[in-house]
């Protein structure tokens, strides 16, 4: 039996690149979880769609009804109006954050996924709680490392400063 799935999404950094974080809400009838996470070095693209990936990811029945509010526009459009396939096709080659997307596309496909995009610090209480969220994670005293920050067009790993 399939389940209907709200997820609200943001992703913050301080500095781009610098310190980001990401927070998810996740609800479905009278269940609500909340997540996140604080990276060292990233940029906002990457825990934008860090926060999607984490929802998705903590999503337990396979063929679920979701659908994710994000204010990126760049995850918002990539998937609804089909880029993130072109890319996919052509291996995303010349694309940024080719780790996440594949990652990404691994649990959309699991699902049935829409998504809305929604206008970023306009009151939404569920965006603003993941926006808090985010910024909390990317705070911490403890950030963990985005092992896929630095991957280059040909997904070698270069970290900053290296030549």
Not at 36 to 64: C, D, F, H, Q
Request: with cysteine; glycine share 8%; hydrophobic share 35%.
């Amino acid at each position: 039996m399939a389940c209907n799935i709200t997820i609200y999404t943001d992703g913050a950094s301080s500095g781009n690149p610098g310190p980001g974080g990401y927070g998810v809400v996740l609800i479905s009838g009278k269940h609500r979880l909340e997540k996140s996470e604080g990276y060292r070095y990233t940029t906002n693209n990457r825990m934008e769609l860090m926060a999607v990936i984490a929802g998705l990811e903590a999503l337990k029945i396979p063929g679920s009804n979701v659908v994710v509010y994000t204010d990126s526009k760049y995850v918002a459009d990539s998937v609804e109006k089909g880029w993130v396939f072109q890319w996919e096709s052509k291996t995303f080659k010349n694309k940024k954050n080719p780790d996440l997307w594949i990652r990404f596309l691994k649990s959309y496909r699991k699902h049935n996924v829409k998504f809305v995009w929604i206008k970023g610090h306009a009151n939404n209480p569920e965006n603003e709680r993941c926006d808090k969220m985010a910024v909390e994670a990317s705070s911490k005293d403890l950030l963990i490392e985005d092992p896929g920050y630095n991957l280059d067009t040909d997904n070698t790993i270069l970290y900053p400063g290296s030549d």
